[in-house]
């Protein structure tokens, strides 16, 4: 469940599994999402994007599902892999706003077992 | 494609001292962002360049912190004098169209 202050939301799944991460968005105005992968001692990594007129846009080994009538995002990986192993951020944005810049969400620590 | 370069990686000072980080954004990325990350958080936004001019710097504590991008390209941002509560990695990010990349971050600590 969340957590508060510097605990981040763990989730924990075995090697092979599906993977879900939830976010919750706060502003009903954003229309670009993107989910970052961040590994310890490295920045944010773009993982994957989708724009408000969509509800669902798969990568590779990704889904990124958006739920925009109770401003949710889920960010889905298939055959989760020791490699996934970090903690997915969520983002926000407004195109086309005189800012463009990104809210982060809190995190979730994904932890692989093998 | 080179990423986002950012030095140094680790700094470590003793309050009251000063301190810069340096950036350089993927080239032809006119849209560059210095991002604050504390332990356990997600990056919350300094300041943001349009090629050289700062668009947004409302975030940006102006009594101790100062940026600039003097040719649109690369970037310093500068904190004089540190205080212990700014330990902290700091993130640089450039864009293209939407999507921001991050470099690897500086890590810095005050003593």
């Known amino acids: 469940g969340e957590s508060v202050g510097l605990h981040l939301p763990t989730l924990s799944v075995q090697e092979g599994d599906n993977s879900i991460i939830n976010c919750a968005y706060s502003n009903s105005a954003s229309d670009y999402f993107i989910w970052y992968k961040q590994e310890s001692g490295k920045g944010p990594q773009f993982i994957i994007d989708i724009r408000s007129n969509m509800d669902k846009r798969q990568g590779q080994r990704v889904t990124v599902l958006l739920n925009k009538t109770v401003k949710h995002l889920s960010l889905q990986i298939a055959a989760t892999q020791p490699g996934d192993s970090a903690v997915y951020f969520c983002?926000?944005?407004?195109?086309?706003?005189?800012?463009?810049?990104?809210?982060f969400g809190k995190g979730t620590k994904l932890s692989v077992k093998p | 494609e080179a990423g986002v370069v950012q030095s140094p990686r680790y700094k470590i000072i003793e309050k009251k001292q000063p301190v810069a980080f340096w950036c350089n954004p993927i080239?032809?990325?006119?849209?560059l962002y210095w991002y604050r990350q504390n332990l356990g958080q997600g990056p919350e936004l300094l300041i943001r360049y349009e090629n050289e001019e700062a668009v947004d710097d409302s975030q940006l504590p102006k009594d101790r912190f100062s940026a600039e991008r003097l040719k649109g390209v690369d970037s310093t941002l500068k904190i004089q004098p540190a205080e212990l509560g700014d330990s902290a990695v700091y993130l640089c990010?450039?864009?293209?169209?939407?999507?921001?990349?991050f470099g690897p971050g500086t890590r810095l600590l005050v003593l």
């Open positions: 080239s032809g990325h006119n849209t």
């Open positions: 990010a450039s864009k293209k169209r939407e999507t921001q990349y």
């Open positions: 983002a926000e944005n407004i195109l086309g706003g005189s800012q463009g810049n990104l809210i």
